[in-house]
C-alpha cells in the first residue's frame, strides 16, 4: 500500500522521528500489539466489540489521542461508527471532529495519509477542520478486503508523537488490513444474526397460524418440515459464529446459500399451515386498521417482498369490527404471497374502506402483476388450484372459508397482463 505524504516540518522536541532510529523495545512492542489485536479481534463476531477493539488498539499503536472508526453505508457514503479518546472514552458531540478531507482522500484515493507537525505543513493548511482543531499529527488508512472499501480507520493528537514515523505507519496499515477482514466478517455475522432473528420472528407468526389449522396429518407433516429447515439454518449460524476467522469468503458465501435455500423452503411450506377447511373463528371486537396495518408492517422486511413497491390507505372512519385478528392477517399474507410470487417487483395496494350504507367494512388487496387466467378464475375460491410448481391450491378457498365464517364475502377481479384484485366484505355487527 502506498503513503500519499505531505511535507513535514519537524521539531527538536522529536528525536525519534528525526534520528530514524527504532527502539528495539518499542518495535517488539508494537508487533506484539499486532499480533495481539490479530488474535483478539478474530475471536469475536460482535460487531460493536470488534469495531471498539480495533479503534483501541489503533490508538495504541499510534500513540494517539483519539481515533475514529467510519463505515460506508449502502450508498458508499462514509458514517462516524465509533469515537475513542485514549482512555477509551467515547468522545462528547462537540470534540467528535476530524480532518474530513483526510479522511475522503484516503477513502476515495485507497492510499494511507501521515500528517506530522501539520500546523507548519503547507499543502494541511488548506484543511479547515485540522486547523481549527490545532491538529499535529494525522494517521489514516483504509479499511480494504478484496480491493472492497468499507471504511476508514483514523487517528489523531493535538501533539506531535515521539514514535518513529516509518515504523508506526507499517504497523498501522497491517492493524488496518487486519481490522478491515475482522469488521467484513462481524458485518456478515450480523447480516445472518438479523436474518435468523427474522426467521425466529416468522416462525413464532407461522405457529400462531398453524393454530387455525387441525391436528392432521398434512399439517403434521408442514410443522414438521419447519422444524428440521429452522433447525438446518440455526445449525448453519451457529457454525458460522464459532469458526467465521477460520472461513474464506467463499466458504462463508456456501453457508450462506445455504442458509437461503432453507429460508426459500420455508416460505414455501408456511402456505400450508392452515390447509384444513374446518376453521373455527373466534370473532373479537378490535381495530380492524391495527391489524392490517401489523400485517404489512410484518412482511415488508422479508426478504420475498423487497423488491416490491407498496401503496396503503387505511379509513380511520372505520369503527369496532369482530373479527378473528389471526385469521384476518392470515388472509393478508395469503394474497401478498401470491402478488410477489406472480411478480417479484409487483406493486400493492393495500386499503380499508369504510360503507355507511352497508354498514361494512372492506379490505382491498391490489396488485400490477401478470393478473388471473380466465379458466383459474372460474374456480379460484372453490378447488384447490395453483399456477406455481410448489403451490398446493388451499390458499383461496381458506381465506373464502376465513371470510364465510365472520359473515362476509370475497370477490377477485383480474384481466391478464394487468394486474388482480380482491375484496373482502366484513359486517360490522358481524
Not at 477482514?181 to 462481524?186: D, E, P, S, V, Y
Not at 445449525?235 to 458460522?240: A, G, K, S
Not at 416460505?267 to 399451515?273: C, E, H, N, P, W
Request: aromatic fraction near 6%.
Amino acid at each position: 500500500m502506498q503513503i500519499q505524504e505531505f511535507n513535514v516540518a519537524r521539531q527538536n522536541t522529536t528525536p525519534d522521528l528525526a534520528s530514524g532510529v527504532v527502539p528495539g523495545d518499542d518495535r517488539a512492542r508494537n508487533l506484539e500489539i499486532i499480533l495481539d489485536v490479530s488474535k483478539t479481534i478474530s475471536h469475536s463476531l460482535i460487531l460493536e466489540e470488534v469495531l471498539r477493539l480495533v479503534l483501541d488498539h489503533a490508538i495504541r499503536v499510534a500513540r494517539a489521542e483519539r481515533g475514529f472508526l467510519l463505515l460506508a453505508d449502502d450508498h458508499k457514503a462514509l458514517q462516524c461508527a465509533l469515537t475513542r479518546d485514549a482512555t477509551g472514552r467515547a468522545l462528547e458531540t462537540e470534540d467528535a471532529l476530524y480532518s474530513r478531507t483526510v479522511v475522503e482522500d484516503v477513502f476515495a484515493s485507497g492510499e494511507s495519509i501521515c500528517v506530522e507537525n501539520a500546523q507548519l505543513d503547507d499543502f494541511y493548511d488548506r484543511r479547515a477542520s485540522g486547523r481549527s482543531l490545532e491538529l499535529q499529527t494525522i494517521l489514516c488508512s483504509p479499511l480494504t478486503v478484496r480491493d472492497e472499501k468499507i471504511g476508514v480507520l483514523y487517528v489523531d493528537s493535538r501533539h506531535i508523537q515521539a514514535v518513529h514515523r516509518d515504523e508506526i505507519i507499517h504497523l498501522f496499515e497491517i492493524l488496518a488490513g487486519q481490522a478491515a477482514t475482522a469488521i467484513k466478517n462481524a458485518q456478515l455475522y450480523e447480516q445472518l444474526r438479523k436474518a435468523f432473528a427474522e426467521l425466529e420472528s416468522l416462525n413464532e407468526r407461522l405457529i400462531n397460524f398453524e393454530r387455525l389449522a387441525t391436528k392432521g396429518e398434512i399439517a403434521a407433516e408442514v410443522s414438521h418440515e419447519l422444524n428440521n429447515l429452522l433447525g438446518v439454518v440455526a445449525f448453519q449460524v451457529t457454525l458460522f459464529r464459532r469458526g467465521a476467522g477460520r472461513f474464506t469468503r467463499k466458504e462463508m458465501e456456501e453457508r450462506l446459500d445455504q442458509m437461503s435455500e432453507a429460508v426459500k423452503k420455508i416460505a414455501v411450506f408456511s402456505t400450508g399451515l392452515a390447509e384444513s377447511a374446518h376453521l373455527t373463528t373466534k370473532k373479537v371486537p378490535g381495530n380492524f386498521n391495527e391489524c392490517i396495518r401489523e400485517a404489512v408492517h410484518f412482511l415488508k422486511p422479508l426478504r420475498k417482498f423487497r423488491m416490491a413497491s407498496w401503496m396503503t390507505e387505511f379509513d380511520d372512519r372505520i369503527p369496532v369490527v369482530s373479527f378473528d385478528h389471526q385469521q384476518m392477517q392470515q388472509i393478508v399474507l395469503n394474497l401478498l404471497n401470491n402478488a410477489v410470487e406472480a411478480r417479484p417487483q409487483v406493486q400493492i395496494g393495500v386499503r380499508t374502506s369504510f360503507d355507511q350504507e352497508r354498514n361494512v367494512v372492506l379490505l382491498t388487496v391490489r396488485d400490477d402483476g401478470p393478473g388471473i387466467e380466465p379458466e383459474v378464475m372460474e374456480k379460484l375460491f372453490k378447488e384447490k388450484v395453483t399456477t406455481k410448481p410448489t403451490g398446493h391450491g388451499y390458499g383461496l378457498p381458506i381465506c373464502r372459508k376465513i371470510v364465510e365464517n365472520l359473515g362476509g364475502t370475497i370477490q377477485a377481479a383480474s384481466e391478464q397482463g394487468r394486474g388482480a384484485e380482491f375484496r373482502i366484505d366484513i359486517p360490522i355487527d358481524g
